[in-house]
């Protein structure tokens, strides 16, 4: 019986050529964007499995609630609190480790100038993290403060197919290094970045007490290793307890809380990928992206689904006497219902022989767009297996469930009387699935175009300065000495293709977040204003073509702009420039009004207070993403003795390339051979969206897939229906109708359910992108009628346009046949 079954299978398929081709390939495009999202949803799920004990790990993160401005969070936390947490929680911490990353620190090996990100740790780090080591002992890397283990990639860099071990760099151009060991590379599903590791000595940090010691300097990253998991709810409990006990800020004038302040938290290391939500992780994603993507898998294998249930019901007429001879000649039921699913499950397989094919050939591609590795293999992975092999049963059972009971409820006696060889079928089934299939199409094209409506809106955002043709150095706060900075920048300005160089604590878009207490008066009170701030010298305007809306900006001709020494003695004075938000802030009605206004900052504990002059108000400038909200902002004149870490050149446009080497050769020569860090504005402001152009390119990849499986299920019911109807348009043709008429008659069918489709699309597609742009400070404004017009009405046009384009090619051919031919037609 099962080899009458797998032959009567085979005939229908090579019986119906078409509604095999679109059923194996729609299931077969199906299954392979399904598989892709599987490795990919697999791939996100994997991150720091790797490490033996990671449900015991959390990370320590820090959340900064200053008063008069928005929180300001971070993924790291304040140095002190290693102690603390040892102290309060012994009975529940078995480890507390911090890390302290030197980014792009210059190394020296030999006569070679590289750089690196040098990871300074405390003992007991590796009992967090239980890195395998490829040479050497890491135990002795943190025995003192000279030696070194680095990883196996940065140790091939440094020394080649040499050995690393006993070896020394130079960091920084002081810090000699002895390599006393290898450790093998950090898997990369992890959000762990260490190139080289190296003992936190406090000793080493001993001039800047601020790095370590200070409550208010979030500078390293805190690991805690739990004695058992239910040991962080314990301590989350206690955290807030644990800050007013512990926390103290040197602020002058401060009276809250410490715990009304800042707000510690624990975030298991196991979440840190798809859930963390502070800024400063790395290579962490998105469990909304996931939950999207695998949402989306789903809804394209329903949609190949979709057309199996239509076209196995449409084509149900043409097997009728099939399943009433079978029932003749005593098939039961559950025979027949066996027959089909069989038959279902067979096509589903026949798919995933061509949708395995289509995932190798893809999956380069897309592995290079999402910088992944993903690899399908199934023999080697008994759990893909399982998944593959479960797809099939679940893709034929769904799809070919109601078909089978649809054509074995067939009764023999009204199939057979009067040599009949049809029965009706479920045309209105049909219909609704269709509506169901072009829903999904319409509501991810839709959704597509808000996203690159928003990603483009954000990118042409006016940001109120101009980034084009700027380009910027960073990592200037390692020069040793002053004048080194004011070097670089006078050879800089004199290179024939630079129109202007200035220097900034930080650059478009900002990294750094920075604030200053301001006081209304001379007196430290309950008034006050803690305000973020950037240090800027007198040309950070001119160069970003930034232009006063009241008063004035900074002159390097005026002394008393500038921040004031720290040895000054006698009368402290200073001036600021603020942007409208710090006007809005001080309640003032015009930009005008605040002009000349005194305020008073403590720049240093202990010291007198600084007269702060306002001399100028400036726009509100777009220095963080479109997700930021612009806050009040301050700037602070900073003469050549300030420490300013950043450099950006105005270049004149079509003479970048030479400008760029100009600067390297200067760099390399009065920095003593570090590494330069030239970016520009434009590209890193663009960079900020690349996680929302990703998805939103995945998205309409994946609304592609979804409107070629519907449109294959289309073509095939046109096909059908315009065969059903050949005597129909025969007559029709007899009677007078065009070839026109009848192609307009035809196309109209199936553009009822995609018009009936959009009713069920846009609410979806709206509440999901009304949910999505929430993110956004700014964004696009779903609700304007050029918008709603532009993406929900565009998205309706394309499927309309799509299922015109899939049926009237179909309905042209058949409205040209021949009357007499259609007539004579059974």
């Known amino acids: ?129 239980d890195l395998p080591m490829a ?59 260490l190139d080289a590791i190296a003992l936190l000595d406090p000793q080493r940090y001993k001039d800047d007490p601020q790095l370590l010691e200070r409550w208010t300097s979030v500078n390293v990253r805190i690991y805690t290793l739990l004695r058992s998991p239910s040991a962080l709810g314990r301590i989350a409990a206690d955290l807030p307890a ?62 190949a689904c979709i057309n199996f249930v239509n076209l196995a019901t449409a084509r149900a007429t043409m097997r009728a006497r099939e399943v009433a001879m079978r029932k003749v000649v005593g098939a039961t039921r559950a025979q027949l219902i066996g027959q089909h699913l069989g038959e279902a499950v067979l096509t589903a397989l026949f798919a995933l022989i061509f949708a395995i094919a ?34 099939i049963v679940c893709v034929g ?73 700027r380009l910027t150095l960073k990592g200037l706060g390692g020069l040793a000495g002053n004048e080194v900075r004011a070097t670089l920048k006078r050879e800089l300005a004199a290179l024939p ?135 009040p902002l301050l700037y602070f004149a900073g003469g050549p003795e300030h420490r300013f870490d950043t450099l950006t050149a105005q270049v004149t446009p079509g003479r970048t390339r030479e400008v760029v080497g100009a600067i390297e050769g200067i760099w390399a020569r009065v920095s003593g051979g570090a590494p330069s860090h030239i970016a520009f504005v434009d590209d890193d402001l663009v960079k900020q969206y690349e996680g929302d152009a990703q998805r939103g390119k995945m998205f309409a990849g994946f609304a592609v897939f979804a409107i070629l499986i519907a449109c294959l299920g289309l073509y095939g019911l046109a096909s059908f229906a315009a065969q059903r109807r050949t005597k129909e348009i025969g007559m029709r043709k007899v009677l007078g109708a065009s070839v026109l008429d009848i192609v307009r008659l035809l196309v109209w069918q199936f553009s009822r359910p995609v018009l009936l489709a959009n009713l069920v699309a846009w609410p979806v597609a709206f509440y999901v992108m009304r949910r999505w742009l929430a993110g956004f400070r700014y964004a696009i404004d779903l609700t304007s009628p050029p918008v709603l017009a532009g993406i929900f009405g565009g998205a309706a046009v394309l499927a309309l346009v799509i299922a015109w384009l899939t049926t009237a090619g179909h309905a042209y051919r058949v409205a040209r046949g021949s009357p007499s031919v259609a007539l004579r037609a059974e």
């Open 1 to 129: 019986m099962l080899r009458n079954y797998l032959a009567v299978a085979l005939r229908n398929l090579a019986a119906n050529k078409v509604n095999a081709a679109i059923n194996i390939g729609g299931l077969a495009v199906g299954l392979a964007a399904c598989l892709v999202i599987v490795l990919f949803v697999r791939d996100e799920l994997s991150y720091e499995r790797w490490l033996p004990h990671a449900d015991r790990v959390a990370a320590v993160e820090s959340t900064f609630m200053v008063p008069g401005r928005e929180a300001i969070a971070f993924a790291a936390a304040p140095g002190p609190m290693k102690g603390a947490l040892e102290k309060d929680f012994s009975s529940d911490l078995e480890r507390v480790v911090r890390i302290y990353p030197d980014g792009d620190a210059p190394v020296r090996i030999a006569d070679r100038q590289l750089s690196t990100t040098i990871s300074y740790v405390d003992p007991g780090f590796f009992d967090v993290f």
């Open 497 to 631: 293709g630079v129109r202007g160089v200035a220097l900034s604590s930080d650059s478009p878009p900002l990294e750094n977040n920075s604030n200053t207490l301001l006081y209304p008066s001379a007196q430290v009170g309950d008034e006050k204003y803690i305000v973020e701030e950037i240090r800027v010298d007198p040309d950070f305007f001119t160069v970003y073509g930034v232009a006063p809306v009241a008063g004035r900006l900074f002159s390097a001709d005026r002394p008393s702009d500038f921040q004031p020494k720290d040895d000054q003695v006698g009368e402290l004075r200073q001036s600021i420039v603020v942007n409208r938000a710090f006007v809005a802030k001080l309640g003032a009605a015009r930009p005008e009004d605040v002009i000349g206004k005194v305020m008073w900052e403590v720049n240093q504990p202990g010291k007198p207070m600084v007269a702060t002059t306002i001399i100028g108000v400036v726009p509100d400038l777009h220095l963080r993403s479109a997700r930021a909200v612009i806050t």
């Open 242 to 303: 644990f800050i007013d006990r512990n926390v103290a800020f040197e602020v002058p004038g401060l009276t809250e809380r410490p715990s009304s302040l800042v707000k510690f938290e624990l975030r298991p290391l196991l979440d840190i990928h798809l859930h963390a939500d502070k800024p400063g992780y790395a290579n962490v994603g998105s469990l909304t992206a996931v939950l999207a993507f695998a949402g989306i898998a789903l809804l394209i294998l329903v949609i």
């Open 135 to 193: 040479a050497g002992d890491r135990a002795a890397a943190l025995a003192n403060n000279a030696s070194v283990v680095l990883s196996q990639t940065t140790a091939r860099k440094y020394f080649g197919d040499q050995p690393a071990v006993g070896n020394t760099i130079t960091v920084r151009g002081k810090t000699v290094l002895t390599v006393v060991g290898v450790f093998a590379d950090i898997p990369r599903n992890s959000h762990l970045q």
């Open 397 to 469: 059972v769904i799809g070919g469930l109601y078909p089978a009971i649809y054509l074995s409820r067939f009764r023999p006696a009204s199939v057979l009387r009067a040599n009949k060889s049809s029965a009706h079928g479920s045309s209105r089934l049909r219909s609704a699935l269709v509506v169901f299939q072009f829903a999904i199409s319409i509501a991810l094209i839709a959704c597509t175009a808000t996203i690159y409506g928003q990603t483009l809106y954000a990118r042409t955002l006016d940001l109120g300065f101009r980034s084009e043709h």
């Open 358 to 391: 289509l995932v190798e050939l893809a999956l380069p591609a897309f592995n290079s767009f999402i910088k992944k590795e993903l690899r399908l293999e199934l023999l080697g992975d008994p759990a893909m297996l399982a998944i593959v092999l479960g797809l």
